[in-house]
């Protein structure tokens, strides 16, 4: 089975995945990066008004296959 690297990117830039994971099917690899987004949103958006997070994944000759974002904006309406 083939190794995906699920890279982040971020406000503070971009986080490499080095390690990798293998999934059974590429709707496998779709669904963790989708479920992923919500936590690193999370923990995130607690300090800042506005957020995205993208996941950009990696087969492994270093092609990226799949990407998927997530924004969260806030902000007070007085």
């Known amino acids: 089975m083939p190794r995906y690297y699920l890279d982040l990117y971020n406000g503070d830039g971009l986080t490499v995945d080095d390690d990798g994971q293998v999934f059974e099917t590429r709707e496998r690899l779709r669904r963790e990066a ?41 902000g007070w309406c007085d």
């Open 34 to 74: 989708i479920r992923i987004l919500p936590d690193i949103v999370r923990d995130e958006i607690i300090e800042n008004d506005h957020t995205a997070i993208t996941v950009k994944v990696r087969d492994e000759d270093g092609h990226q296959v799949f990407e998927a974002s997530l924004v969260v904006s806030s």
